[in-house]
């Protein structure tokens, strides 16, 4: 006996509450409810591809305010704000086929509208305290760091150890927030990216007839960026304070943009080379874990300019 399948009125209540159950499994689930909160944008985008921009902009509202409620019951209605976030990024990724957008200038256009989302969030929380963006973050910061002083002190931490780490937690705290524009763009970004190769590895295996578009494997970031790169090397080179970390800061979001291409090129050998399903994902999973591996992967799609790994044709120089 088949199960019966969802009919298309109910798909944005179904696709709204996961999207919902996702964005909340950190509040639930330690550690690994944050890898789950991830995909929180993903079943609307897939309710965008597949029933039409009308449906999906009904599930991402109906998601909306699911995500307050949830915030609301759990005694925290800010945190129903984040969703917002997931919200942007959904809709962009989503919209991206009815508006003929190919991948790159869908994960641009949505890493600028969840950028633009933070930060509107972010002005809104200043106007609303009236206090300095700096004194806001090292607020939150402060008391973020004495939540962690005292899970560890719970542990047994000895006092002298203690005072050390909350000595490293200062400077974390200043270097996330020198590093803050970066941060948000480059993990944006990072974010939208990935919530797009998701929906294409589910559109593909459940729409094979209909699973098309750009081969990712043979993208590129544009040539022009290696200039950006080289600015960024001489600013936190010859640079101090501000030059330093505008610097750094740009070096941040080219170096995901070339572990796009490192990990465009790694693809495509597998492919090449029709690797086994498993030595895929075991390669997929270091990649994800070790950060000395990711960026072997950003340096190989930043040198790729050069030679070219993937042996593609080059364009003719003007």
């Not at 005072?163 to 993990?187: K, T, V």
């Not at 590129?220 to 936190?236: H, R, T």
């Not at 070339?258 to 997929?284: E, M, S, T």
Request: proline share 6%; hydrophobic share 60%; net charge positive.
């Amino acid at each position: 006996m088949s199960q019966p399948k969802v009919g298309p009125r109910l798909q944005p209540v179904l696709a709204a509450g996961v999207a919902v159950m996702l964005f909340s499994a950190p509040w639930f689930i330690p550690v690994l409810g944050v890898v789950f909160s991830l995909a929180a944008p993903l079943p609307l985008v897939l309710l965008f591809w597949s029933q039409g921009p009308q449906a999906g902009r009904l599930g991402l509202v109906l998601a909306l305010l699911g995500a307050m409620a949830a915030a609301l019951g759990v005694g925290h209605w800010a945190l129903g704000l984040c969703f917002f976030f997931h919200a942007g990024v959904a809709l962009v990724l989503g919209e991206a086929p009815w508006r003929r957008l190919n991948a790159p200038w869908a994960v641009a256009l949505a890493t600028l509208a969840g950028g633009g989302v933070v930060l509107a969030l972010v002005l809104a929380a200043w106007q609303i305290s009236g206090q300095p963006l700096g004194q806001m973050w090292q607020e939150y910061w402060s008391q973020e760091a004495q939540t962690v002083l005292a899970m560890y002190r719970q542990s047994g931490l000895e006092p002298e150890e203690a005072q050390a780490l909350n000595r490293g937690l200062e400077r974390i705290a200043h270097i996330a927030l020198a590093m803050s524009p970066g941060i948000l763009l480059g993990g944006t970004l990072l974010f939208s990216w990935v919530n797009l190769l998701w929906a294409r590895m589910w559109w593909k295996r459940r729409r094979p007839e209909s699973a098309g578009g750009q081969d990712l494997t043979l993208w590129k970031a544009p040539e022009p960026l290696v200039w950006g790169v080289i600015l960024a090397g001489g600013l936190m080179w010859a640079g101090e304070g501000v030059w330093f970390w505008a610097g750094a800061n740009i070096l941040a979001v080219a170096g995901v943009i070339y572990f796009f291409q490192g990990v465009a090129i790694l693809a495509y050998w597998l492919a090449r080379k029709k690797a086994p399903g498993w030595l895929r994902a075991g390669v997929w999973v270091m990649v994800a874990l070790e950060v000395f591996l990711a960026l072997l992967v950003a340096l190989a799609g930043l040198f790729d300019l050069w030679f070219n790994f993937r042996r593609l044709e080059r364009k003719p120089s003007a």
